[in-house]
Antibody, heavy 122, light 108 residues
Framework: QITLKESGPTLVKPTQTLTLTCTFS??????????VGWIRQPPGKALQWLAL???????YYSPSLKTRLTITKDTSKNQVVLTMTNMDPVDTATYYC??????????????WGQGILVTVSS | EIVLTQSPGTLPLSPGERATLSCRAS???????LAWYQQKPGQAPRLLIY???TRATGIPDRFSGSGSGTDFTLTISRLEPEDFAVYYC?????????FGQGTKLEIK
């Protein structure tokens, strides 16, 4: 069974750096083709893709947030970490991590973690 | 960036009725890269359809997807009470990956 779970602070102050961890089981990020992505959703709004990292270390970022995001992996711990600098109240959202793949073609995000609501407020 | 525009924003229907949700892309999306998700309040999105028309594991056959190029459709043949939720289309073949803004299916 594949599971993912997000962890990290639920409240951060403006200008601070957010660090979120996605801990997963049921698959390995050393397996050819496997990737983990981060997606967020402000309250009452749509989903927004943030970042993606693959088994080979290749990573991709949302162009609008690229300068603020870093995604890394720790295969020994089965974790993917997302950092977002210079947090602002507009970054208040539920942050999800999800499994994807790239074999001969890309795969959708499935499954997803339960999400973590991060509030940015002083 | 491929922009996905969903319509309508809200769709009021009754159980037993047929629902047709639209997703239009700003540029052509290969059929193998279009998915649909269902999201209920307080829950993570659940994959319904990928590759435009392939149902994910465990998804009932009342859900079907179709389309090509820039126009895609999710159809729910006969609405069950548990189908009232928000639905998102998503393209995952081009970076940045993008989502539509969602269609809320509500009880009439």
């Amino acid at each position: 069974q594949i599971t993912l779970k997000e962890s990290g602070p639920t409240l951060v102050k403006p200008t601070q750096t957010l660090t979120l961890t996605c801990t997963f089981s049921g698959f390995s990020l050393t397996t050819n083709g496997v990737g983990v992505g981060w997606i967020r959703q402000p309250p009452g709004k749509a989903l927004q893709w943030l970042a993606l990292i693959f088994w080979n270390g290749n990573n991709y970022y949302s162009p609008s947030l690229k300068t603020r995001l870093t995604i890394t992996k720790d295969t020994s711990k089965n974790q993917v970490v997302l950092t977002m600098t210079n947090m602002d109240p507009v970054d208040t959202a539920t942050y999800y991590c999800a499994l994807t793949y790239y074999y001969d073609t890309s795969g959708p995000f499935d499954p997803w973690g339960q999400g973590i609501l991060v509030t940015v407020s002083s | 960036e491929i922009v996905l525009t969903q319509s309508p924003g809200t769709l009021p229907l009754s159980p037993g009725e047929r629902a047709t949700l639209s997703c239009r892309a700003s540029q052509s999306v290969a059929s193998r890269y279009l998915a649909w998700y269902q999201q209920k309040p307080g829950q993570a999105p659940r994959l319904l359809i990928y590759g435009t028309s392939t149902r994910a594991t465990g998804i009932p056959d009342r859900f079907s997807g179709s389309g090509s190029g820039t126009d895609f459709t999710l159809t729910i043949s006969r609405l069950e009470p548990e189908d009232f939720a928000v639905y998102y289309c998503h393209q995952y073949g081009y970076t940045p990956r993008t989502f539509g803004q969602g269609t809320k299916l509500e009880i009439k």
